[in-house]
């Protein structure tokens, strides 16, 4: 069992830069791979970023690519995700995952979900 703890949004301008937090429960962080997504209003939750157990493989959708970077320390049992350059089309909640496959894009192949947190970018 693996518990997700988001934390960072907040309400920005374009052009500014966030910097999310999911801590895990538990010890076997480093077993997951983890994942973040999002979801807008009447929106469905899509892919954001990814990142193996080792942190050394990481994939993007092509709307963050360049943009937003996704890390993480497995003694802290912490995943990351710094965005910059933020637009008002990123604005969503924010979610981060933990899958047991090396890694994925695929929300249901994720099997822990934290709580969300708002990201909302407006001038």
């Known amino acids: 069992q693996v518990q997700l703890v988001e934390s960072g949004g ?19 962080f480093s077993s997951y791979a983890m994942g973040w997504f999002r979801q ?9 970023s990814t990142i193996t157990r080792s942190g050394y ?37 924010y979610y981060c995952a933990a899958t047991s496959k090396l890694e994925s894009t695929i929300t249901h192949e994720y099997d822990y979900w934290g709580q969300g947190t708002q990201v909302t970018v407006s001038s």
């Open 40 to 48: 807008a209003p009447g929106k469905e939750r899509e892919f954001v």
């Open 57 to 93: 493989i990481t994939r993007y959708a092509d709307s963050v690519k360049g943009r937003f970077t996704i890390s993480r320390d497995n003694a802290k049992n912490t995943v990351y995700l710094q965005m910059n350059s933020l637009k008002p089309e990123d604005t969503a909640v």
């Open 10 to 28: 907040g309400l920005v301008q374009p052009g500014d830069s966030l910097r999310l937090s999911c801590a895990a429960s538990g010890r076997t």
